[in-house]
């Protein structure tokens, strides 16, 4: 195992500026998961790691070494693809074992490593079979064998789930979860999926445009966004933005309705803000309290109701875990916890504390 060092990583394909200075130190042991948008860098920022890309600025340290003209084979990392890259022709235990034969294993010592991975992944019934004659899930549980042989210093996962359904994506998030608290290998993964990186992480590093927009732990990402942007991306449903002035301590909506400032949160007077509710956070409450609405959508799904308004014109979401017999059409009001609210600029998109 190893900590992996990213300082002020750069990164042109020609003229476009794709990487803009990234550094993030990720601890030895560590699940470290790279999140963001499509396009926003972090699979380019992987491929530096594994050494598939050149850095253009910049350097990477795995361990005590620095990276950078170092080939692939001779970083110690194993990778997990999307696509799983499975050689068809060759069998589990075949591809499984491919590396360690072309690093001159002995037979015994690349068997006992392929069993072992079995093992782990419950893969010893499947050992003989092609890839062909395996379900997705099963593919991606050995692509993941693959790696485990190796016994690297890092583990890297480029979006190893998007090509399963819902369900399996679940099943495999655990199994990537309980994997890495076995192995206690420094882990690298990618995905744009916010709850996988919920679930997984012992640090989130979200991007976008080839920057760093925050690093944390899941709930610090959560309790205490820095933007809008993180806001908005971290949490499902999203964190709902309503438009509004600051005055007399209060948030003024548009349409008339104010609520009191977030705790903890500053605003100058007459200040453009948006006022940040996560769906969970808005409560329904009886008489004049709250701001009244209207239900457009109703959802239920069974533990919790999804319903959708509208405040300030912009469609609101909330959840409530009680059973309420909401109808399309009723009138209801709704209060947002204040405790439990952000307070965002409306030019910069920064938080206001």
Same mark, same amino acid.
């Given at each position: 195992?190893? *900590?992996?060092?990213?300082?002020?990583?750069?990164?042109? !394909?020609?003229?476009?500026?794709?990487?803009?200075?990234?550094?993030?130190?990720?601890?030895?042991?560590?699940?470290?998961?790279?999140?963001?948008?499509?396009?926003?860098?972090?699979?380019?920022?992987?491929?530096?790691?594994?050494?598939?890309?050149?850095?253009?600025?910049?350097? +990477?340290?795995?361990?005590?070494?620095?990276?950078?003209?170092?080939?692939?084979?001779?970083?110690?990392?194993?990778?997990? !693809?999307?696509?799983?890259?499975?050689?068809? *022709?060759?069998?589990?235990?075949?591809?499984?074992?491919?590396?360690?034969?072309?690093?001159?294993? #002995?037979?015994? &010592?690349?068997?006992?490593?392929?069993?072992?991975?079995?093992? +782990?992944?419950?893969?010893?019934? /499947?050992?003989?079979?092609? $890839?062909?004659?395996?379900?997705?899930?099963?593919?991606?549980?050995?692509?993941?064998?693959?790696?485990?042989?190796? #016994?690297?210093?890092? !583990? /890297?996962?480029?979006?190893?789930?998007?090509?399963?359904?819902?369900? /399996?994506?679940?099943?495999?998030?655990?199994?990537?979860?309980?994997? *890495?608290?076995?192995?206690?290998?420094?882990?690298?993964?990618?995905?744009?999926?916010? +709850?996988?990186?919920?679930?997984?992480?012992?640090?989130?590093?979200?991007?976008?445009?080839?920057?760093?927009?925050?690093?944390?732990?899941?709930?610090?990402?959560?309790?205490?966004?820095?933007?809008? !942007?993180?806001?908005?991306?971290?949490?499902? $449903?999203?964190?709902?933005?309503?438009? &509004?002035?600051?005055?007399?301590?209060?948030?003024?909506?548009?349409?008339?309705?104010?609520?009191?400032?977030?705790?903890?949160?500053?605003?100058?007077?007459?200040?453009?803000? /948006?006022?940040?509710?996560?769906?969970?956070?808005?409560?329904?409450?009886?008489?004049?309290?709250?701001?009244?609405?209207?239900?457009?959508?109703?959802? $239920?799904?069974?533990? #919790?109701?999804?319903?959708?308004?509208? +405040?300030?014109?912009?469609?609101?979401?909330?959840?409530?875990?009680?059973?309420?017999?909401?109808?399309?059409?009723? $009138?209801?009001?709704?209060?947002? #916890?204040?405790?439990?609210? *952000?307070?965002?600029?409306?030019?910069? &998109?920064?938080?206001?504390?």
């Amino acid at each position: 195992m190893a *900590h992996v060092t990213i300082d002020k990583v750069q990164k042109y !394909f020609g003229q476009t500026h794709v990487i803009k200075g990234v550094s993030v130190e990720i601890a030895d042991g560590e699940f470290c998961v790279l999140v963001g948008p499509s396009g926003c860098g972090k699979s380019t920022l992987l491929r530096m790691i594994a050494g598939l890309e050149k850095i253009s600025h910049g350097s +990477i340290s795995i361990g005590a070494k620095v990276v950078n003209d170092m080939a692939p084979k001779e970083r110690d990392i194993a990778m997990v !693809f999307q696509n799983y890259a499975l050689y068809p *022709h060759m069998t589990v235990r075949d591809n499984m074992a491919f590396s360690l034969t072309l690093a001159k294993m #002995d037979k015994a &010592g690349i068997d006992q490593r392929v069993v072992r991975a079995a093992d +782990i992944l419950g893969l010893g019934e /499947l050992l003989g079979r092609l $890839p062909r004659q395996l379900s997705g899930g099963q593919r991606q549980r050995v692509a993941m064998g693959r790696a485990i042989v190796r #016994d690297p210093q890092v !583990f /890297l996962f480029d979006e190893p789930l998007s090509n399963l359904d819902a369900k /399996l994506r679940v099943t495999m998030r655990t199994e990537i979860k309980a994997l *890495h608290q076995r192995l206690k290998t420094t882990s690298i993964y990618v995905t744009h999926d916010q +709850i996988e990186a919920m679930t997984l992480a012992d640090k989130i590093v979200v991007m976008r445009d080839g920057e760093v927009e925050q690093i944390g732990t899941p709930l610090q990402l959560y309790d205490s966004p820095v933007n809008r !942007f993180v806001a908005g991306f971290i949490g499902s $449903p999203s964190m709902n933005f309503l438009p &509004g002035v600051v005055g007399n301590g209060q948030v003024r909506l548009e349409g008339g309705a104010a609520l009191p400032l977030p705790a903890g949160s500053r605003g100058k007077e007459g200040q453009a803000v /948006l006022y940040g509710t996560r769906p969970e956070h808005i409560d329904l409450v009886q008489g004049e309290d709250g701001i009244a609405t209207e239900v457009i959508v109703v959802e $239920p799904t069974g533990a #919790d109701t999804q319903i959708f308004t509208r +405040i300030a014109g912009v469609e609101v979401t909330s959840i409530f875990r009680e059973r309420h017999e909401f109808r399309p059409g009723a $009138p209801i009001r709704l209060r947002p #916890d204040a405790a439990r609210a *952000h307070l965002f600029d409306a030019q910069s &998109g920064r938080r206001l504390v």
